[in-house]
């Protein structure tokens, strides 16, 4: 159902998800679809990939573009971004690699704004790069990605978890722990990811409802606590 409503959102936008710089909304979709066993070079007609052939655009938007556009093009070995005419700036998985390894913060890890790594951004930093960790002709990746490691094992909190903007947060754990799974890292066996008896699991299951979900951030914090 989904997918038949997607596919038909996208003829009637002729192929367009945003009409602002927000370009993870292809990678997104690229993502949603191919987990589903469907190909994203062809919905509806639409090549999803087409957009993000505009590196410029791609990265418009900031760290966020080139991390989940590489998540994209590395969700499936056969995809590729297309070769569009009139583009004169065309996105490579090399470009986006690139971009990530030069848009390392000084302390290491990644970030929206500011000059520290932010823990959402530098988790999902490590999902995209992590195929390309300590392999041959990578070797930049390789210690941008430690560095990384060691920037959050510093900041990570003495419950275990993580948080964003001076803010703990679920997703804030959520991502820390994507990342370091990524890399083949055991989170509740390596001692860099364990504070004060705790783990990454340990600190999520602090945000369940019983019977119902998990919260944002937890009850009496900023951010719609308790929500």
Not at 50 to 77: E, H, R, S, T, Y
Not at 120 to 130: F, K, R, S, Y
Not at 161 to 177: D, F, I, K, R
């Amino acid at each position: 159902t989904y997918y038949n409503h997607f596919a038909n959102y996208l003829e009637e936008n002729k192929g367009k998800l945003t009409n602002t710089v927000k370009y993870t909304q292809y990678s997104k979709a690229i993502l949603t679809v191919t987990a589903m066993g469907k190909d994203a070079t062809n919905v509806a007609g639409y090549n999803l990939f087409k957009p993000l052939a505009d590196f410029d655009m791609v990265v418009a938007q900031g760290m966020n573009g080139p991390i989940w556009a590489l998540l994209a093009l590395d969700c499936n070995p056969k995809y590729e971004i297309p070769k569009v005419s009139g583009i004169k700036n065309r996105t490579t998985r090399q470009k986006l690699i690139d971009y990530l390894v030069e848009g390392e913060c000084k302390n290491g890890g990644w970030n929206l704004m500011g000059e520290s790594g932010d823990s959402d951004l530098t988790g999902m930093a490590l999902q995209a790069l992590a195929p390309y960790y300590q392999k041959k002709g990578y070797e930049k990746v390789t210690k941008a990605v430690d560095r990384a490691l060691n920037y959050l094992s510093t900041i990570q909190l003495k419950n275990g978890g993580y948080g964003t903007m001076g803010v703990e947060t679920s997703e804030s754990c959520v991502q820390v722990l994507t990342g370091l799974t990524s890399l083949g890292i055991d989170p509740e066996k390596d001692v860099r990811f364990v504070k004060g008896g705790y783990w990454t699991i340990e600190n999520l299951l602090t945000y369940h409802v019983s019977k119902s979900g998990f919260m944002h951030v937890k009850a009496g914090a900023e951010n719609n606590g308790g929500g």
